[in-house]
């Protein structure tokens, strides 16, 4: 697992339709991305260092840029 600050991490549940526990990577301890990350939890704001399970992955929101119309 490998994350950028700006990313989010988000937490599944264990239990069916429990909730999902998500925040942003606010720093990042080792420079090839690996765990652990502080994070900035969006449920309560608290920022904690957090060693991320199997029950984990890692947001990058890297959405793509919409492709322009062709005009004519």
Not at 24 to 30: G, M, T, Y
């Amino acid at each position: 697992m490998q994350a950028h600050k700006g990313d989010r991490i988000v937490v599944r549940n264990q239990h069916v339709d429990g909730p999902v526990r998500d925040g942003e990577i606010v720093a990042v301890e080792h420079q090839d991305g690996s765990p652990p990350y502080w994070v900035r939890w969006s449920d309560n704001g608290h920022q904690s260092l957090f060693f991320p399970g199997p029950d984990s992955y890692i947001d990058h929101g890297h959405v793509p840029e919409p492709a322009e119309p062709e005009i004519g």
